[in-house]
């Protein structure tokens, strides 16, 4: 019952979002303008600053990306995307954009294991795309705290494939769980993370 409204609530946060976009696309609404915004401003500020790392940059990404929102509301097509993917999109690519303008960014480990000690942090300039670099190392963070939303056992099956390497046979045999079962926990595993980036507009 929780997960069917959890996805009711989900399809109903959509249309509202739709029908915000309608209203300013076609009536300039700037009341429908200012509750996107309000929703939606903070979301897209920890986004920002997650990749770019400065609070005044990503501050200014957020207004930007609300301005084109509002200016190329007639873009926006709810039939072939949500609003979220939309937005964080557009985010997403400013921010992008403003790491290869300023070619340096400093980059924290993804995962704990990879701190040994002393200064942690690598820092990268214009000999390698930090942008690429920045936006993966957000995806991959976002994706261990997406993984520990998932049901134990498909929890377990993504573990035990993605972090230790084991095989999907491997698992069946050592575990006691029928092949199958394995693959599709794994399917399901994946189905539910690629949504969940996506509803954070992070599925590209």
Do not use: C
């Amino acid at each position: 019952m929780e997960i069917v409204d959890k996805k009711q609530a989900a399809r109903d946060e959509s249309v509202a979002n739709n029908e915000l976009m309608e209203a300013i696309r076609d009536f300039g609404d700037i009341v429908a303008f200012r509750d996107l915004y309000d929703k939606y401003s903070p979301a897209v500020l920890g986004l920002s600053f997650r990749i770019v790392r400065n609070r005044k940059l990503a501050e200014d990404i957020v207004q930007e990306t609300f301005w084109r929102i509002w200016h190329n509301s007639a873009q926006f097509d709810g039939s072939k995307g949500r609003f979220t993917s939309w937005m964080f999109g557009i985010a997403r690519n400013l921010s992008i954009d403003a790491i290869r303008r300023n070619k340096r960014v400093t980059l924290q480990p993804v995962f704990e294991e990879q701190t040994s000690g002393g200064d942690d942090s690598a820092e990268f300039t214009e000999d390698e795309d930090v942008a690429d670099l920045a936006w993966a190392e957000v995806r991959h963070k976002e994706i261990r705290s997406m993984i520990k939303l998932l049901p134990p056992e498909q929890f377990d099956v993504i573990v035990w494939i993605y972090f230790q390497g084991k095989t999907r046979r491997e698992i069946a045999k050592e575990q006691d769980i029928p092949f199958g079962t394995v693959n599709t926990r794994a399917r399901l595993a994946l189905k539910k993370l690629q949504a969940m980036l996506s509803d954070r507009g992070m599925d590209e």
